[in-house]
């Protein structure tokens, strides 16, 4: 069974940044391609973007291209969300995910055998 825990979420301005964490627990954490997804109220659930497990492939949605960065670290099995440029859009809840299955990043979400329970992220105008 693997355990995944998001943390970093909160309150912060238009134009700052936050960190956010995602821990993995249970299994080989090194062998996880990892996935960042968000959901804001009242929309669907959309993907954000992924890390693999195998030569740390990164991928992103068009709308935070340029803004976040996906990185991971092996021996803290965690993966982490750098988000900068924060705008009011950017508020949701903010999910991680692991694929145990395969090395590359689903944009869907359909492939993901874990998730976390989520961390809210608000960007005040």
């Known amino acids: 069974q693997v355990h995944v825990v998001e943390s970093g979420g909160g309150l912060v301005q238009a134009g700052g940044s936050l960190r956010l964490s995602c821990a993995a627990s249970g299994g080989t954490f090194s062998r996880y391609t990892m996935g960042w997804f968000r959901q804001a109220p009242g929309k669907e659930r959309e993907f954000v973007g992924g890390?693999?497990?195998?030569?740390?492939?990164?991928n992103y949605a068009d709308s935070v291209k340029g803004r976040f960065t996906i990185s991971r670290d092996n021996a803290k099995n965690t993966v982490y969300l750098q988000m900068n440029s924060l705008q009011p859009e950017d508020t949701a809840v903010y999910y991680c995910a692991a694929d145990l299955l395969s090395n590359v990043i689903d944009d869907t979400g359909n492939d993901y055998e874990y998730w976390g329970q989520g961390t809210q992220v608000t960007v005040s105008s």
């Open positions: 890390i693999t497990w195998r030569g740390g492939r990164t």
